[in-house]
């Protein structure tokens, strides 16, 4: 018999030494980026005109063609397209290319209607996979990292979007998946991993679960969090950060250009995600005018994919309202401000609009009220009434918890200019989520 062989028989490969090495497009200067831009946008063009019939039936009717793109400017000459357009294209009519091609169905909740599929190549998933990684790489997850992952599996592209993207950077995943708090709790404290990824709303149910486990979340073996799917603000960093004694940092994505990992966000200079341009193309837009906006001012983002294979995105109206900024710590591509919300999530209150975010912000200001609130929207007497429902901290009195409620009355009519009412409730009452949290209850047409 010939003595078995102990080392590998096969090649593995090995990333270079210098990790910049590894992906060099994320450090492209800003003109080779426009330049690719240029380039991909120009294949994406004739891709879908050539292989989707909605993007040819759209294009002939607004009487554009691919070819008339001669320079990146170009791209406004072709219109937007929204959910609807992929609606009307349920479940996957607009693929470009055949199902056998195809290599993962994903879809989105179906919150605001139907659900939207999206799907991918091999090509994709490598080209998602190697941008959660950068993202991963760029909020401070070291390959080696163990990292646990309490993104849903599933339809949503977070759980297997990060999943992969991990594999990738060469990190041990706990593929945990969300909800089953205690479980999550036990995994942490025996698995001991270094980064964990959720939404930011649920991190903060973990770290209430740890206290009641008799932990506190400091003496965790966490220490960077990737956390993103919803929007989230300065103050819920510095809440996490002081709670888990880690670095927090932003991850964005869309499942109808890709999931997680569009724009991650750097740790050395926490500024906002820096959107991955060698891959999407992001412009804003005034949402009701629809023109584009320089840099700068703040508007709707909207995204053209510059390499999908399977399923071509051009010029999608995300209704994720934000500021593009120039890039910092990775210069040839652009930042974002932190998401503020999605137009449909924007309460109108006689007039006045408000998101949420800006509910938090405040909120945070104020020693004695903790991040756990909803925003009930009502009609009582045939006028739109706001009530602001919002747990004490443990640690406050009844009565500071009342005079702080009050201080927050008063800051919101300052600052954001609508009343409201303020309901202070008793710590651990109100729902938590695993996933992205519903913070807006509107009960008028009830
Ligand atoms: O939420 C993808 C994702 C998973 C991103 C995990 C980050 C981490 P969808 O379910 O299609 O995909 O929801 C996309 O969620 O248009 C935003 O409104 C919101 N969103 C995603 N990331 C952020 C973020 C995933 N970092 C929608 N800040 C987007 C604010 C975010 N909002």
């Not at 005109?49 to 009487?63: F, I, S, T």
């Not at 290599?103 to 941008?131: C, E, F």
């Not at 993104?151 to 999943?163: D, I, K, M, S």
């Not at 932990?215 to 966490?222: A, G, W, Y």
Request: hydrophobic share 35%.
């Amino acid at each position: 018999m010939t003595p078995l062989n102990l080392s590998h028989p096969w090649a593995v490969p090995t990333p270079p030494e210098d990790p910049s090495m590894w992906d060099p497009e994320e450090h492209y200067s800003r003109q080779q980026i426009q330049d690719l831009q240029y380039e991909r946008l120009r294949w994406t063009l004739h891709h879908a005109y050539n292989n989707v019939p909605a993007y040819r039936q759209l294009y002939d009717d607004h009487g554009v063609h691919p070819n008339d793109f001669t320079s990146l400017n170009d791209i406004t000459l072709f219109p937007y397209i929204d959910k609807a357009f992929l609606r009307a294209s349920y479940p996957l009519k607009a693929l470009a290319v055949p199902m056998k091609d195809i290599r993962r169905i994903h879809a989105s909740s179906g919150t605001t209607g139907q659900p939207t599929v999206v799907a991918y190549t091999a090509n994709d998933l490598k080209m998602w996979a190697s941008l959660v990684a950068r993202s991963f790489r760029a909020s401070g997850v070291q390959p080696g990292h163990v990292i646990h992952n309490a993104y849903g599996y599933g339809l949503f592209t977070g759980g297997l979007g990060a999943h992969n993207g991990a594999e990738w950077l060469g990190c041990p995943i706990i593929p945990m998946s969300g909800g089953q708090t205690e479980k999550q709790i036990r995994m942490i404290t025996d698995l001991k991993p270094d980064v964990i990824l959720c939404t930011p709303t649920y991190l903060l149910a973990l770290a209430d679960g740890f206290v009641k486990a008799g932990i506190d979340p400091k003496d965790t073996s966490l220490k960077y969090g990737v956390l993103g799917a919803e929007p989230w603000t300065e103050g819920m960093r510095e809440e996490i950060e002081s709670l888990f004694d880690m670095k927090a940092c932003d991850i964005y994505g869309l499942s109808e250009l890709l999931g997680p990992g569009m724009g991650g966000e750097a740790v050395e200079t926490q500024d906002g995600c820096h959107l991955w341009e060698d891959h999407f193309y992001p412009e804003i837009i005034d949402p009701i005018s629809t023109e584009v906006l320089p840099d700068g001012q703040s508007g709707e983002l909207v995204f053209s994919s510059l390499t999908r294979e399977a399923l071509p995105i051009l010029r999608f109206r995300t209704h994720d309202l934000t500021t593009l900024r120039p890039g910092t710590a990775r210069a040839g591509h652009r930042r974002m401000d932190r998401i503020l919300g999605r137009s449909d999530d924007m309460i109108i209150l006689r007039g006045v609009n408000l998101f949420p975010s800006q509910i938090e912000e405040l909120a945070l200001e104020i020693d004695a009220l903790s991040p756990h609130f909803l925003l009930e929207i009502t009609r009582p007497n045939r006028m739109d009434e706001l009530t602001i429902k919002i747990e004490r901290r443990a640690t406050a009195s009844l009565a500071e918890a009342e005079a702080g409620g009050q201080v927050l009355r008063a800051r919101i009519k300052d600052r954001i200019g609508c009343s409201c009412n303020i309901d202070v409730v008793e710590p651990d009452t109100l729902a938590r989520s695993s996933g992205k949290l519903r913070r807006i209850y509107d009960l008028r047409a009830l």
